[in-house]
């Protein structure tokens, strides 16, 4: 399949005519072509986007609720092959592009086209004074910058607000899983989305990226992705004041405590360590667990994760399927090297599985344990974004709470635990944006979410992102 740029509501290659091949990771072969854009296609988006800006944040919020309710519903209509598309992309079983993935695509196309309808702004009463109102408007062209780990997931998470506050969208899907961002264009010609309302630049991030980051139109810049690359984009940004939510990576830690209930936390483990192949921004990569309790669990965890069915993402009965790209499984490959170096212990898994047939040449993964390393190496300091976890034992409450906090990131961490005001006390002492108790990945779309330290800044999720698409105007009136 050769994919196109997705500019002011047409499908257009890219200007220099230059085009990357596209890799499924589960048989390791080139499958399609993307456009290789770079600046010019980047300035054509964003001069569509700026065009199109006065009469769609003109619409009334009903009218951009419709016209966003019929994109939801037009990934639901194509859900099987958005899921297909995406495992094939992606390298993820896809029965979880099916049941997280995609669906979660059309519920953030359908959580904001009914928020706009239910946001609100404040007026405040200051008496004989007069009072003041705040006004809340769309700000102009919204540049979005998307990852490979859950590419229409977070592509739509970061898109969906922009459009349902009133901005227009120049939006770039990594260019290692483009396949999902392309089919979505489709969906949004036949939802009727207006020409320039949202415009999808398929490319690398130094030529599209950062064209993007740089253009002088575009305001406010969303991004999800590493944490170095967003610290090369708000060095960028800067200068040029723009509004920046940046959502980066992590090395979040599970914390089981003996009274926990162990099967549950043992399950859920399992899932929150090895889901999407670890390559979950939120999955759990450094476990710690409280001495009495560790003898059992780490049998128990064993176990269970070389029970995990490594296999083509295709197969139904497949739990871990293949890494994203060979220099990713290269990179996760080395951490496991390092890690022994380091001291580490594996153990189970450590190496590359080749699986016979048409997947011989994909990029598969053994889930690895690793035991017996101190919290300050570089493989308990560095996000490896792999199935790869360590597991350390803890003695205090005290101990759990100082080696979770010390790392140089901030995103996620998940307690187990049965006592009640010992959840509450690591929940309010862990240095992160989210914490799970009892539980993981469990999240109401109308929280905040995002990390603190290296992991980001900003917020996005619910209305916080309404408010990050926004810019206020109080208006003062006296009587
Ligand atoms: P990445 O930073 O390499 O790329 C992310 C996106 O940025 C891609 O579209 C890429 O092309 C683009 N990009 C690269 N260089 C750029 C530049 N100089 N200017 C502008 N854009 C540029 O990240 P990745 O490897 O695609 O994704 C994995 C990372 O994303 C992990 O670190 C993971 O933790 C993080 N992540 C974070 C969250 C979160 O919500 N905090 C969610 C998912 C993934």
Redesign the pocket.
């Known amino acids: 399949m050769k994919l196109q740029n997705y500019i002011n509501g047409e499908y257009v290659d890219p200007i220099e005519g230059r085009f990357l091949d596209n890799m499924d990771p589960s048989t390791g072969r080139v499958y399609g072509q993307i456009p290789d854009s770079g600046p010019e296609d980047v300035e054509q988006a964003v001069q569509a986007a700026r065009k199109a800006f006065p009469a769609w944040s003109g619409l009334s919020a009903t009218e951009r609720s419709r016209i966003l309710l019929r994109v939801s519903q037009g990934i639901e209509d194509q859900l099987e092959s958005l899921a297909q598309a995406e495992s094939k992309d992606n390298g993820k079983p896809v029965k979880l592009a099916r049941t997280v993935d995609i669906p979660r695509a059309r519920d953030n196309f359908a959580f904001y086209a009914t928020a706009i309808l239910h946001d609100a702004s404040e007026t405040h009463d200051m008496g004989s004074a007069g009072f003041n109102y705040t006004l809340r408007r769309p700000i102009g062209v919204a540049g979005c910058?998307?990852?490979?780990?859950?590419p229409l997931y977070?592509f739509t998470w970061k898109i969906a607000p922009a459009l349902a506050a009133g901005n227009t969208v120049v939006a770039?899907?990594?260019?290692?899983t483009p396949a999902t961002a392309f089919l979505l264009s489709r969906i949004c010609m036949e939802a009727g989305l207006p020409p320039g309302v949202l415009n999808i630049v398929h490319g690398?991030?130094?030529r599209?990226?950062?064209a993007?980051?740089a253009h002088p139109d575009v305001p406010l810049i969303s991004?999800?992705?590493?944490?170095?690359?967003?610290a090369?984009?708000a060095a960028q940004a800067a200068p040029l004041f723009k509004k920046l939510s940046l959502?980066?990576?992590?090395k979040n830690p599970t914390l089981l405590f003996a009274d926990g209930d162990f099967e549950a936390m043992l399950s859920t483990t399992v899932r929150s360590s090895f889901a999407n192949q670890g390559q979950?921004?939120l999955c759990g990569s450094r476990i710690l667990v409280e001495r009495s309790l560790y003898p059992r669990f780490i049998e128990a965890f064993v176990q269970r994760t070389k029970a995990l069915r490594v296999g083509s993402p295709l197969e139904e009965a497949t739990q871990i399927g293949a890494v994203v790209s060979e220099s990713h499984m290269e990179k996760v490959l080395g951490y496991i090297a390092l890690a022994q170096e380091e001291g580490g212990v594996i153990a189970c898994g450590g190496k590359r599985v080749v699986l016979s047939g048409e997947q011989s040449g994909g990029y598969y993964l053994e889930p690895t344990v690793i035991t017996g390393l101190p919290m300050q190496c570089r493989t308990n300091q560095e996000?490896i974004?792999g199935p790869v976890v360590t597991v350390m034992p803890f003695d205090t409450e005290e101990e759990a709470l100082s080696l979770a906090n010390s790392t140089r990131y901030g995103?996620s961490a998940t307690v187990w635990t049965s006592h009640l005001t010992r959840a509450h006390r690591m929940a309010a002492a862990l240095e992160v944006g989210i914490v799970w108790v009892n539980c993981w990945l469990v999240r109401d779309l109308r929280t905040p979410?995002?990390?603190v330290k290296s992991?980001?800044i900003g917020r996005e999720g619910g209305f916080e992102a309404l408010r990050f698409f926004t810019e206020p105007k109080n208006v003062c009136i006296s009587l």
């Open positions: 910058i998307s990852p490979w780990n859950l977070l770039k899907p990594s260019e290692v690398t991030g130094p599209v990226g950062e993007l980051v991004f999800t992705g590493g944490t170095a690359t967003g090369r984009i959502e980066l990576g992590g979950i921004c996000e974004f995103l979410f995002g990390g992991s980001g």
